[in-house]
């Protein structure tokens, strides 16, 4: 059963319950039935919004043209969310979406979804987990401009994720890719040879996080894997003629 599904029928439930109060007049308890009824319809309707913000998303992402437009509807989506729900996972998930998108304070976006998970009444693991998503968005829209920053915050996010999970897999990636970012900018020899280890070993982590399952991220992974070991040897032999 879906997590619709689930409200749907905690739903059916309670307006059953409402309806056999209010036919023996006990109003009281009907009114309790009715309004754990409106929570749930009101569920729906995030589980719905959440649903279209990120479809609007993704489909502006690989949308150049209509990308403004998604992005908009997707935004006005994320915030209606933030306006009705008070389920922190769900809360989250709009926050990060709103990450992801222009015109966005992204620091203070993450920093107020970490505070509500720090405060919020979930287990440590599961904070730990949330906050490393968010985190992992940041460290995607940091990147742009500053790929050392972004990597600090990938590798700082790794630190309280689960491990052997395809967030785990992601953040090693990501961090990688700022590693490669920083040796093409490097001139010196020494230093590109140090940013490319550092980004094969991300790689290989990140190989070991991602499950079995993720075959799509570990066989890129495996060809990037082979791609810097190739770099690397070309800049091993740079660095041998440099010192004849």
Known sequence: MTETEEII?????AMEEAEKYYQS????????????????????????LRKRAWSNKHKG???PEIREECYR???????????????????????????????????????AGINEVE??????????????????????EVKKSDPEEAMRVFNDAY??????TTLAGHLKHNACTCYLEMANAENNNLDKWSYLTYALDNLQKALKEYPASQTLHRSAVERKIKDTENKINEVNQRIEEENK
């Open 9 to 13: 029928e905690e739903y059916k439930k």
């Open 25 to 48: 007049e006990d109003f009281d308890n009907s009114i309790v039935k009715a309004s754990e009824a409106i929570a749930t319809i009101r569920e729906c309707e995030v589980i719905a």
């Open 61 to 63: 992402h690989k949308n």
């Open 73 to 111: 509807k997707a935004k006005n989506d994320a915030y209606e969310i933030l306006e009705i729900s008070k389920d922190v996972k769900t809360r989250n998930s709009a926050i990060k979406l709103l990450m992801l998108l222009p015109d966005e304070n992204i620091k203070i976006l993450c920093n």
């Open 119 to 140: 405060n919020s009444s979930l287990s440590g693991q599961e904070k730990g987990d949330l906050k490393a998503e968010l985190k992992n968005s940041l460290g995607l």
């Open 159 to 164: 630190e309280s994720v689960t491990k052997s």
